[in-house]
């Protein structure tokens, strides 16, 4: 194994739509060992199903192909790279953009980039015509002091007077992130 990262996991399979859910858990299941919070695991899960059912839809056309999953832990972050040999895009940053779908007749949002951003703490993505696409995500795992900082911030406190406080820490991304969650059933 490289010395560059702790651990490693690759993963192919046949560009089926039902193989979706299979990398969506194969992922999580991996990236367990690091001890993710809940909604981590749920932001991860939620950005692989994106990248891979673009792979299948876009990067296939609903064609057979293979579509490679490569996980590496690196301390407390794990880094996805989600690639296919299909059609590759076109326009990249055009991609890239909300609301951007380059097949509206199958009633697609043109949200899966968006969404792996907004889950993720990096997403890059590389493309080259007849060639495939690669995505690669990235995301910091909060450690325990991490979360005890965090709940211990969002405890009541008392002022001077005595009055009750709660801070309130849910930031515009956070919201972002809960919306789509929402819309999309996660």
């Known amino acids: 194994m490289n010395g560059l990262y702790d651990n490693e996991m690759k993963l192919e399979f046949t560009s089926k739509t039902s193989n979706e859910a299979f990398a969506r858990v194969a992922v999580a299941a991996f990236v367990s060992q690091l001890d993710p919070t809940i909604d981590e695991l749920s932001d991860i899960k939620t950005a692989v199903s994106e990248a891979v059912t673009n792979?299948?839809?876009?990067?296939?056309?609903?064609?057979?192909?293979?579509?490679?999953?490569?996980?590496?832990?690196?301390?407390?972050?794990?880094?996805?790279?989600?690639?296919?040999?299909?059609?590759?895009?076109?326009?990249?940053?055009?991609?890239?953009?909300?609301?951007?779908?380059?097949?509206?007749?199958?009633?697609?949002?043109?949200?899966?980039?968006?969404?792996?951003?907004?889950?993720?703490?990096?997403?890059?993505?590389?493309?080259?015509?007849?060639?495939?696409?690669?995505?690669?995500?990235?995301?910091?795992?909060?450690?325990?002091?991490?979360?005890?900082?965090?709940?211990?911030?969002?405890?009541?406190?008392i002022n001077n007077e005595g009055e009750n406080l709660k801070y309130i820490d849910d930031t515009t991304e956070e919201k972002i992130k809960k919306d789509i969650k929402n819309i999309l059933g996660a």
């Open 55 to 157: 792979s299948i839809i876009h990067g296939y056309n609903d064609e057979e192909g293979t579509v490679k999953v490569v996980c590496k832990i690196f301390l407390d972050t794990v880094q996805i790279e989600i690639s296919d040999n299909g059609k590759g895009i076109e326009d990249v940053e055009m991609a890239m953009r909300p609301l951007y779908t380059s097949k509206p007749d199958l009633e697609r949002s043109g949200m899966g980039f968006t969404i792996m951003e907004s889950f993720m703490d990096e997403v890059k993505v590389e493309s080259a015509i007849g060639f495939g696409t690669k995505v690669l995500m990235k995301k910091k795992i909060s450690q325990k002091s991490d979360e005890l900082t965090e709940e211990r911030s969002s405890e009541e406190h």
